[in-house]
């Protein structure tokens, strides 16, 4: 039982380079989060979508695309990657938050990214 | 302005007291909170929650605490286990149409044997 992958794990780049995360989930989840986890900041939402081919920013969106051609996956993009722009991403998914409470949401095994 | 704010960096509790872990917030509006635990290299996996209509709920050796009047809710680990060790953040949904959560900067949880 996969989850959501995120690929790459590791990698390192240089500034002004650009890369795309991958995230995939196999639990059929409509709604899509990229977050980045930085010291003292905890977990920030990029960007999030909440179905196929819809896309919305978060509270950090500057300096990343996102895109969500099928439900299983959520594509986040960097441009020109900035040394302000390391850090670890997460992925997660969900079902729909409805109100008054909410569905967990679950998160990859993060993807650790270093700009130099 | 951080809405979901965890004060404590970091906490360190001997084996088998109890840990307890702060959260203050400050959107009113706010009507469910969870907990969730990461482990280094590792994703962060949920915990415990509570909606707002309650004021304590608890599961094993987790409870959670809300008090509304205070914007204030605690996470009390009874008894705390060495792995308990882990970064504990609390959350909250949004109230746009997509409720997407809002995290807490985290407390890193040590017990020590």
């Known amino acids: 039982n996969a989850g959501v992958t995120q690929t790459p794990k590791f990698r390192v780049l240089k500034t002004g380079q650009s890369m795309t995360l991958l995230c995939a989930q196999d639990?059929?989840?409509?709604?899509m989060y990229w977050y980045r986890q930085d010291p003292g900041m905890g977990l920030r939402l990029i960007h999030y979508?909440?179905?196929?081919?819809?896309?919305a920013k978060g509270e950090v969106p500057d300096g990343y695309n996102v895109s969500r051609l099928k439900k299983q996956n959520f594509l986040l993009g960097l441009e020109s990657a900035a040394p302000s722009q390391t850090s670890v991403y997460f992925c997660?998914?969900?079902?729909?938050?409805?109100?008054?409470?909410?569905?967990?949401?679950?998160f990859g095994e993060g993807s650790w990214l270093t700009v130099v | 302005d951080q809405q979901v704010k965890q004060n404590s960096p970091s906490l360190s509790v001997q084996e088998g007291r109890i840990s307890i872990l702060n959260c203050d917030y400050t959107?009113?509006?706010?009507?469910?909170f969870l907990w969730y635990k990461k482990y280094p290299a590792e994703g962060p996996t949920f915990l415990i929650s509570?909606?707002?209509?309650?004021d304590k709920n608890e599961d094993g050796r987790f409870t959670v605490f809300l008090n509304k009047s205070a914007k204030h809710l605690s996470l009390h680990i009874v008894p705390s286990q060495p792995g308990d060790s882990a970064v504990y953040f609390c959350?909250?949904?949004?109230?746009?149409?997509?409720?997407?959560?809002?995290f807490g900067s985290g407390t890193q949880l040590t017990v020590l044997p």
């Open positions: 997660a998914s969900s079902y729909p938050q409805r109100y008054p409470t909410g569905n967990t949401i679950y």
């Open positions: 639990m059929n989840h409509e709604y």
């Open positions: 979508s909440v179905g196929e081919g819809t896309t």
């Open positions: 959107n009113s509006m706010f009507d469910y």
């Open positions: 509570i909606s707002s209509i309650k």
């Open positions: 959350a909250a949904p949004g109230t746009g149409s997509a409720r997407q959560l809002t």
